[in-house]
Structures are given as structure tokens and as C-alpha cells.
């Protein structure tokens, strides 16, 4: 089993940055790709970024590249989704998630594992 537990939400003017984290427990995270997700209002959920957690390989959706980074610490068993320029467009609840597929998915569907979320809301 895997435990994630995402922080570093709030509210945020346009322009300004943040950073969330998760933090990663349980049984052989090594294994694990780690996904960034979210989901705004009246929305479906969607991919943001993926980091393979062997070779640090990275993914980032179009809507984000460039903005956005993921990275982890393996020995701080932690991911990070550190987010710049940030736009009224990217307020959601953010989640992270563990997937044992290797590569870097982008379905939500190839990640097992799944934080309770965190509220990003970016004012105009």
C-alpha cells in the first residue's frame, strides 16, 4: 500500500507562484512512476506532469510546459510540482498519484494510488 499526502495549496494573485508537495509512504516507492494531476470546477480530471521515480524522467502537458516542473527526492521521498506564472485557469484541487506502470502515463486510470487533493485558487 501507498500513502500520498499532498500540500502547499492556497490562494494565489495571477502571475505569483506556488509549490505542492507529497509526501510518499509505504512499500517500495522506487517502483513507482508519480503523476500530478487536477481537476477545475465542472471538470474532468486531467493530466498535468509525470516523473519516472528511477531515472527522473519527466512529462508535461501542453497547458503547462513551460510554467510548470515536477521533480522528486528520492531520499526525501517526495514530489514536487513547483508552478509559476500562474493563471486564473489553474485553479483546482491538485492530486498526486503513484502508478505502477512504467514510462510516464497520462491516464488517470494507470495511476493506483491517490492524495485527498489540494486547493489551488489563482485570483485575477
Known amino acids: 500500500q501507498v500513502q500520498l499526502v499532498e500540500s502547499g495549496g492556497g490562494l494565489v494573485q495571477t502571475g505569483d507562484s506556488l509549490r505542492l508537495s507529497c509526501a510518499v509512504s509505504?512499500?517500495?516507492?522506487?517502483?513507482?512512476?508519480m503523476g500530478w494531476f487536477r481537476q477545475g470546477p465542472g471538470k474532468n480530471r486531467e493530466f498535468i506532469a509525470a516523473i519516472t521515480w528511477s531515472s527522473g524522467s519527466t512529462r508535461h502537458s501542453d497547458s503547462v510546459k513551460g510554467r510548470f516542473t515536477i521533480s522528486r527526492d528520492n531520499a526525501k521521498n517526495t514530489v514536487w510540482l513547483q508552478m509559476n506564472s500562474l493563471k486564473p485557469e489553474d485553479t483546482a484541487v491538485y492530486y498526486c498519484?503513484?502508478?505502477?506502470?512504467?514510462?510516464?502515463?497520462?491516464?488517470?486510470?494507470?495511476?493506483?494510488?491517490w492524495g485527498q487533493g489540494t486547493q489551488v485558487t489563482v485570483s485575477s
Open positions: 509505504g512499500r517500495t516507492f522506487g517502483r513507482y512512476t
Open positions: 498519484a503513484a502508478s505502477d506502470f512504467t514510462g510516464l502515463p497520462i491516464s488517470r486510470t494507470l495511476y493506483a494510488y
